[in-house]
């Protein structure tokens, strides 16, 4: 039963370094979710995909990329990474109807020196 | 452009107490309003969900109620426990043009004293 699975859970790259966050979920769900989570900022959303071959941008889309490679898997990308991206960053999925229920994967500590 | 607030940031209530968290929101335009809880370094788990037309709902020894002419939501928890200890965060579902948003408040932290 394993809902929405993020990968890796820690991180420390570089200021430049380039790096993939994977997000997939085994509930069908047609939506799918990036957010960062900073202290005293609450949860953003950087991007998110409401159905497979479709991607939006959020709140804070700038310096990350998306794929929304199928049904099931969802990436999050950085190209050149930067300290303010220092950041714990959540994958969620959900139903796209009106009422769904937001389903969160357990998050990445990521680390840019 | 939707706003959500949760106050007070950080709670600390004995064991057995019934409490009331808070939160509200600036416009009453909403589809619904859930309630999340977050363990430390873990995500975010789906408390419950009220919908715009609905007052309340329940889960065991939570209570959420919805006032949405107000922008106020409150979770009640009942005879709380160690267990419940963790971040609580109210989320509205918001329309906005043909992309619908859920706007975050940031949480209460809430430590239950055993």
Not at chain 1, 90 to 105: I, P
Not at chain 2, 2 to 30: M, R
Not at chain 2, 80 to 96: E, F, N
Request: with cysteine.
């Amino acid at each position: 039963n394993a809902g929405v699975t993020q990968t890796p859970k820690f991180q420390v790259l570089k200021t430049g370094q380039s790096m993939t966050l994977q997000c997939a979920q085994d509930m069908n769900h047609n939506s799918m979710y990036w957010y960062r989570q900073d202290p005293g900022m609450g949860l953003r959303l950087i991007y998110y995909s409401a159905s497979e071959g479709t991607t939006d941008k959020g709140e804070v889309p700038n310096g990350y990329n998306v794929s929304r490679l199928n049904k099931r898997e969802f990436s999050l990308r950085l190209e050149s990474a930067a300290p303010s991206q220092t950041s714990v960053y959540f994958c969620a999925s959900g139903t796209r109807s009106f009422n769904e229920k937001l389903f969160f994967g357990s998050g990445t500590q990521l680390s840019v020196l | 452009k939707q706003e959500v607030t949760q106050i007070p940031a950080a709670l600390s209530v004995p064991e057995g107490e019934n409490l009331v968290l808070n939160c509200s929101f600036t416009d009453s335009a909403i589809y619904n309003l859930q309630w999340f809880r977050q363990d430390p370094g873990k995500g975010l788990t789906s408390l419950l969900l009220i919908q715009s037309s609905q007052r309340e709902q329940t889960s065991g020894r939570l209570n959420a109620s919805l006032d949405k002419s107000s922008g106020r939501s409150t979770l009640y928890i009942a005879a709380s426990q160690p267990g419940d200890s963790a971040t609580y965060l109210c989320a509205v579902r918001k329309p906005l043009n043909r992309d619908d948003k859920i706007i975050f408040g940031k949480g209460t932290r809430l430590h239950i004293l055993p």
